[in-house]
């Protein structure tokens, strides 16, 4: 018997052991928000969350708005109240010092908006050299042109792109290939303050007190603005065939998922059906979701659609959907078949069962580990306070996941093992490289709470590229080019998206894990204006501009 309970011992103490020395090997993330001087704090109305509106409001993007090379942080921010929107800090803008550490520049660069702001993207939508910034809000939007020197214009109304609904995720993307830059702004549901028929009362949710909505509330349009190339947009979201029906519309990505040349757009929807928009030239969408299975779940159910990823994960050179949905339901993963078809396979790569018991909002595709296999984030944060006293095992605060990529069609979930164990409300999500040192990292947006950077430990072991891409007769951004590498371990392939996550903005640089290979064989850009370029005997952990000409084989 002695022995017996020894052997135990011996077998729990080696597994113990194991598992330990797994997770020493895997790269660790640390939590250096207060170490890299990120003092802002989210304030989302009531402690309750009364008003669905409280449960929404914070939002993250990465971006470069100084051109000095260093990533800067941007964070939306909601009220104090409903019925003061007025009131409170606004958003913040964190200008990256490059040694790591940021300082506030808010009130410098004019962008701290006050009210009820949501999602955020930023691009060069008017193609003068620096990026710009748009805003979606419960109310009119915000559209930020850079003007130099670290200062912004608010020019939505002048520009055209107002929209006066409840706007959450939003992206820009060349979808007519004019070379400049269109704008998608995913609008939610109609909320008015003391509004009918229920929006001041409390309603229930499986026995739990929650706010109302979205059900019962009338859905908004969505708006899509087609960039007019001369600093205004036109509303052609009738014209394009994307007005009807009016869902309850959160998550965008902006993406070439037919590998037509043009961009196609998905939207994930709050318990309604998803939409892909198959772009068909010449300004007109299909929406072909319920055609492919990318509508519902695989077992024919409309899911509470929040963010959005898409990327190549299989390395079969076409682009996966991921979309992150309610609790006690399962996020889906949809592998593109390739023949214009989806499958949901959610279950059998291993998402569906871990994702479960969270609700999630921010996710995205990135190779974390350097392993040429894009891995998975998904930012988790339950929608009602009570959820704590209900007895249900269901927690307000929970912990994001990381999904590590196994390169044989599956997913593992490490992301306690890899340092992610904080508890906080999670929203936005977004990735960059903003230390420089090859590896992504990663900014969450969290409710009523400071945010949440980590920073990547150990991603560099593998070699690495990071590549900036500026167009010249394509959109300056390269927003939907796709890149193409070739190395000793195989293929791999990348789409600089518009848009995706939620309420989020990564970096748009594109980034490629490389492992153990110590040379790109083959590298290929094909830009949205149909121009190719191709370069050989790429070397390995650098970062390269890549402008979009004719002649040139160089990389910069």
Request: glycine letters at 14%; aromatic letters at 12%; hydrophobic letters at 35%.
């Amino acid at each position: 018997m002695k022995s017996h309970i020894l052997h135990i011992c011996v077998l729990c103490c080696a597994l113990a052991w194991s598992n330990a020395a797994a997770a020493a090997e895997l790269p660790q993330f640390s939590d250096v928000t207060g170490q890299a001087g990120i003092t802002f704090r989210n304030t989302s109305g009531s402690a309750e969350k009364h008003y669905i509106l409280e449960t929404q409001s914070a939002g993250v993007g990465w971006w470069d708005y100084d051109g000095d090379g260093n990533l800067d942080l941007y964070f939306t921010n909601g009220a104090p109240d409903v019925e003061t929107p007025q009131a409170g800090t606004g958003n913040a803008l964190y200008h990256s010092r490059g040694d790591g550490t940021f300082g506030e520049t808010t009130a410098q660069t004019g962008l701290g908006l006050k009210g009820w702001n949501m999602g955020c993207s930023m691009a060069d939508y008017d193609n003068d050299g620096d990026a710009d910034l748009f805003v979606t809000r419960w109310g009119p939007d915000a559209l930020f042109r850079n003007e130099g020197r670290s200062r912004f214009t608010e020019v939505a109304t002048k520009a055209g792109v107002a929209d006066p609904g409840w706007g959450i995720g939003c992206g820009f993307g060349d979808y007519d290939n004019d070379g400049d830059l269109d704008l998608y702004v995913a609008n939610y549901v109609d909320f008015k303050l003391h509004g009918p028929p229920f929006f001041d009362k409390w309603c229930t949710h499986t026995g739990i007190p929650a706010a109302c909505g979205p059900k019962g509330f009338p859905a908004q349009r969505d708006a899509l603005f087609r960039n007019e190339g001369n600093g205004t947009f036109a509303d052609v979201t009738q014209a394009a065939g994307i007005a009807q029906p009016a869902y309850y519309g959160m998550g965008i990505v902006w993406g070439d998922v037919d590998l037509d040349g043009d961009l196609d757009l998905y939207v994930a929807n709050d318990g309604q059906p998803n939409n892909l928009f198959r772009n068909e030239g010449g300004g007109k969408f299909t929406d072909v979701a319920q055609l492919n299975g990318t509508a519902f779940s695989g077992d024919g159910r409309a899911q509470a659609g929040m963010g959005v990823a898409m990327a190549d994960y299989d390395n079969d050179a076409d682009y996966d959907l991921l979309v992150t949905n309610f609790a006690q339901d399962y996020d889906t993963l949809y592998r593109n078949e390739g023949s214009g078809f989806f499958t949901d396979v959610s279950g059998i790569a291993g998402i569906a069962g871990p994702s479960r018991p969270f609700l999630s909002w921010g996710t995205f595709f990135f190779d974390w580990d350097q392993d040429g296999w894009q891995d998975l984030f998904i930012a988790n944060g339950h929608l009602m306070p009570a959820i704590d006293r209900a007895g249900v095992g269901l927690s307000y605060r929970e912990r994001n996941q990381l999904f590590r990529n196994t390169g044989k069609d599956r997913f593992e979930e490490v992301g306690q093992q890899a340092g992610i164990t904080l508890e906080k409300v999670a929203r936005g999500a977004a990735y960059a490289d903003y230390d420089n040192d090859g590896d992504l990292d990663v900014a969450v947006a969290n409710l009523d709470d400071t945010p949440t950077l980590l920073r990547n430990d150990g991603g560099d072991k593998g070699h690495w590229l990071l590549l900036r891409l500026r167009g010249t007769r394509s959109n300056r951004d390269g927003i939907g080019a796709r890149v193409d590498l070739s190395s000793a371990s195989g293929r791999q392939h990348r789409q600089v998206c518009g848009g995706a996550s939620f309420q989020a903005q990564s970096d748009l640089r594109v980034h490629f894990g490389l492992g153990t290979d110590t040379q790109v064989d083959q590298l290929e850009v094909h830009w949205p204006s149909g121009l190719v370029q191709r370069f050989s005997q790429v070397p390995v952990d650098r970062r390269f501009t890549i402008t979009e000409s004719k002649t040139s084989t160089k990389l910069e």
